[in-house]
């Protein structure tokens, strides 16, 4: 349904610096699948989000969308694509607009997608349903909803015009756990009710293994590992993948805490505006070998299906 070549997108700093947000991103999702994506805060997780639906443009690349090039249409053939493509933002309380009431935000969108009015209310209804929201809710304004019930909306907002491919950028950030099981569960229900595909973007390894399909491990702006959830949960191979699941908070006591510690991720994030030659991620791993420094690994498909980025496994 999707598939994304070699996607970049830098961007050119006031101090003339360049940030590599996405630097050459390759991947396929398929209809009714959930990829995961997932790494830490600034590896560019948005970014692809947001270029995958030229909400900003690629420097280069190219987005398949059901076979069709998307990446070389014109704004007035886009604007008619992007029904079938639709994206949930990050940050709830931002993604809607303050002056407007929740019933006229979502109106707007039914009737920018050219519906009658009646067909939109009995359309917001039967989402708000969906939602699990109760329609006094569209009297209210955006700031006197809670976190959960604007992500809701948000949700709600997204699956309007019904699209095959929904994009949701980290939507359980800022809510409190039950609250991220019943949205998860929520996104669960749309998608099988709708056979939508999903890009679900995350940097909770734990959220991404038990919800999603397959898993794209994302690291300065670079895929380092993908491969589905199961082989990534029993068998990760990659040094930065292990040490985010090492990170992740776990409640099994009888976890090896000697092992945790050995593929725990040390230091910072590297300064993206610095050019790194060879793996992004040698300065921080303990396995590291001498040609990690110098040359950058290509991804390779090491077993079926399961796909890593480091020398560690090309000189097998
Ligand atoms: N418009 C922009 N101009 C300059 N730099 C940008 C711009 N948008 C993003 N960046 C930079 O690109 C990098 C990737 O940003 P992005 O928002 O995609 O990260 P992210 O993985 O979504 O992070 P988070 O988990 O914190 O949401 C960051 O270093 C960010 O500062
Ligand atoms: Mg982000």
């Known amino acids: 349904m999707l598939e994304i070549k070699d996607l970049k997108r830098h961007f050119t700093l006031s ?46 690349g190219q987005v398949f969308f059901g076979g069709e090039e998307i990446t070389s249409l014109n704004r007035a053939a886009l604007r008619s694509r992007r029904r079938t493509m639709q994206m949930v933002f990050q940050n709830p309380f931002s993604s809607f607009n303050p002056k407007i009431r929740i019933g006229g935000a979502l109106m707007e969108v039914c009737r920018y997608y050219g519906m009658s009015v009646p067909e939109a209310k009995e359309k917001i209804n039967c989402l708000l349903s969906d939602v699990g929201l109760s329609s006094d809710m569209l009297n209210r304004w955006p700031r006197e909803l809670s976190g959960g019930q604007l992500q809701r909306l948000a949700i709600a907002r997204a699956v309007i015009a019904e699209p095959s491919m929904l994009i949701a950028d980290e939507p359980l950030s ?26 679900f973007i995350s940097h ?48 099994d006591v009888f976890k090896d805490s000697a092992e945790e510690k050995a593929s725990s991720v040390y230091g910072e994030t590297p300064n993206l505006q610095v050019l790194i030659k060879g793996c992004p991620f040698a300065p921080r791993c303990s396995h590291a070998l001498p040609q990690c420094a110098e040359t950058l690994p290509r991804l390779i498909e090491f077993l079926r299906g399961h796909w890593v980025r480091c020398h560690r496994f090309s000189v097998c």
């Open 174 to 199: 800022a809510l409190d756990v039950s609250v991220q099981a019943q949205l998860l569960n929520l996104l669960d229900d749309l998608r099988a009710a709708r056979s939508m595909a999903m890009i």
């Open 15 to 60: 101090n003339g610096r360049r940030i590599r947000a996405v630097d050459g991103v390759s991947f396929q999702v398929q209809k009714n699948e959930i990829l995961g994506i997932v790494g830490e805060s600034g590896c560019g997780k948005s970014t692809l989000g947001r270029l995958i639906l030229r909400l900003i443009e690629p420097d280069e």
């Open 204 to 251: 909770d390894m734990t959220v991404v293994e038990y919800f999603c399909d397959s898993i794209a491990v994302m690291y300065l702006g670079k895929i380092m590992e993908l491969a589905s959830s199961s082989e990534l949960s029993h068998n990760a191979l990659h040094p930065y993948t292990r040490s985010l699941k090492a990170s992740a908070p776990s409640l």
